[in-house]
């Protein structure tokens, strides 16, 4: 886990992640990370020291937790897809969201989801946005092919006052045969959707809406708004960390 700061420094945070890769922050500041080998959720305490907060639903071990958001009540969503473990090692048997709820309690939030990878709320948490890279193996030769994949896509889910999601459905169809699948996602404060996919950074508006694509020199894995306004948006791409100054600002 590397930190860079606006002054440009870079330093290790934390060796043996168990290959960490979505963040956030909770409502106290502590980093969240998904620890995808170690097949948990890990929480960095003010002291250094490394928590569990939680590694499986029913006595069963989680896939391999993707991507992470906290939600202003405490409550964090997190991505488990399952197509990233080999068959005989998965305990779970299907793809999933869970929420941790502000008490710690642990709650499946959907199975409903072909591959969930990134995931975001709109700015007044009432949907839950979803990244959806693939559907199953098939897609991954598709690609690698130079056809188009019809499976790329963000979905959207309602999203009651105590976290409960319903009301599944697709947000906007992400197909293509270009580099890059739907992946880290943000939102900025007028609710347009930010999120990585063929050819770049898709910009996408509260109706589903394609508004236009942010090309990066390398394809773009996840982002960040941040800076002194939170409009400077930050973007890890292939071996690279890119910021692109922006005109909106994402959410505190």
Not at 195 to 205: K, L, N, Q, R, Y
């Amino acid at each position: 886990l590397m930190r860079w700061d606006i002054e440009g420094s870079l330093s290790t945070v934390r060796e043996n992640t168990g290959e960490g890769n979505g963040c956030t922050l909770d409502r106290e500041g502590r980093l969240i990370m998904c620890e995808a080998a170690n097949r948990r959720i890990g929480r960095t305490e003010n002291d250094g020291s490394i928590a569990v907060i939680a590694e499986g639903w029913q006595g069963k071990r989680f896939n391999r937790p993707n991507d992470v958001v906290c939600r202003s009540d405490g409550s964090i969503f997190f991505t488990d897809p399952q197509d990233t473990i080999p068959q005989e090692q998965r305990e779970l048997g299907f793809s999933a969201v869970f929420r941790i709820a502000p008490d710690g309690q642990l709650h499946l939030a959907t199975d409903e989801c072909e591959y969930p990878n990134g995931l975001a709320f709109s700015p007044d948490e009432s949907t839950l946005y979803i990244a959806i890279s693939r559907l199953d193996e098939r897609c991954i030769q598709e690609a690698e092919q130079g056809q188009a994949c019809t499976h790329r896509r963000i979905r959207a889910f309602d999203v009651a006052p105590d976290g409960t999601l319903s009301n599944n459905r697709i947000f906007i169809d992400m197909s293509s045969a270009e580099p890059g699948v739907p992946d880290g996602m943000k939102v900025d404060t007028e609710g347009r959707v930010y999120c990585t996919g063929s050819g770049g950074i898709w910009i996408i508006d509260s109706a589903g809406n394609q508004l236009g694509v942010i090309r990066v020199p390398e394809v773009p894995r996840n982002m960040a708004f941040g800076g002194p306004n939170l409009s400077t948006l930050y973007i890890t791409a292939g071996d690279s960390l890119y910021s692109l100054e922006t005109k909106v600002r994402g959410i505190a």
